[in-house]
């Protein structure tokens, strides 16, 4: 059995945990079920990849939610390294498995539009967790919203200006990106209520980390003195080395996306507020609402299950940093209020 984080009072955050497992919906029993004549339910998480902070996560939830549901068997399966296409092609093979629904955790939706699809038409039910893959044929997205996130990114904005300066530009990935469409459109529409705050620039980088990294800093030596930049995803970020710096110095960002590999540049102050949500509890979602699907006959309720926003901030990070590491060891944790 994986250990777990070590609370202050042991026996009260044990009972804490059981109570919560994976989320607090009204469908998931208060005690872990006993075994019946239930033919067994077998579920298939696909998750980013092993090298990535959530790997460890989704092995622990899914070796507590087996505890929860005794007729329901779990695989984890990912790629070693972030790869769409490798991911996809994992997604592949589970066209001829014994499965009986699939989670996955989208690490770019273009990529597995389709073999969602044809998972759908074989009879597989799939659910998306974290990122969505709005156009394809899922069944359920458990995750925070697009607009959601895009609200947030504006009110972040006022983490991340320094003193005296009022002017932003914004990363996105243009019209054609469905799966970032919502958020950049509610950006836009959200910042004019966030006070005296002007885009400078919107930079269309098409969802591509290499052109992410270019224009970005093209942009940054054109405007040298904008506040600070709105990333609606880590997509530069993802090219850079662990100390490689992408802002000059006194430039603030907010970056759209709360994973532990950027909690370094937020100690380092070259971010200053990051548009995250309790991961923990959106995988519990998605993994109950695909128990559903392969347990039943009637199609699901609901095709979104959402998971509210949350702004961390350095102030914040500390809390943040625990809250994810108690997620990696099964444990799920209330969220922080943030002012």
Known sequence: MMALCRPTRPAVAAAFGLILCLGCDSDRPASPLRTTDRPTV?????????????????????????????YAKLEV???????????QSLLEGLLEAKTNAICVIPIEAPA??????????AGRPVVTIGRDCPSSRRAVYCGPTESAI???????????????????????AGDGHEAYRGRYYA???????????????QVDC?????????????????FPRVG????????PLRMLRPKERLLPLGCGMVLCNGSPKYFDRMKDGEIQAMVAFDYYDALGNGLRAALRLASASAPESASIISTPTEIITA?????????????QHGVPSPPQTLP
């Open 187 to 201: 950006f836009k529409e959200t910042l004019p209520t966030e006070g005296n705050i002007r885009i400078l620039r």
């Open 42 to 70: 077998r579920i298939t998480l696909v998750g980013e990849a092993k090298s990535d902070p959530t790997w460890p996560m989704l092995v622990a939830a899914a070796q507590r939610f087996e505890t929860y549901y005794p």
């Open 315 to 327: 102030r914040r990070l500390a809390a943040y940093r625990h809250r994810w590491d108690a997620w």
């Open 206 to 222: 098409q969802a591509n980390p290499l052109q992410a990294v270019r224009r970005v800093r093209a942009q940054s030596r054109l």
């Open 112 to 121: 597995v539009r389709s073999v969602i699809d044809r998972l759908v038409k």
């Open 228 to 235: 600070c930049w709105v990333m609606l995803e880590d997509w």
């Open 150 to 172: 895009g609200r947030s990114a504006a009110a972040a904005c006022r983490f991340a200006l320094p003193e005296g300066t009022n002017t932003v530009m914004v990363l996105h």
């Open 77 to 87: 399966i990912a790629p070693d390294r972030p790869s769409p296409n490798q991911q």
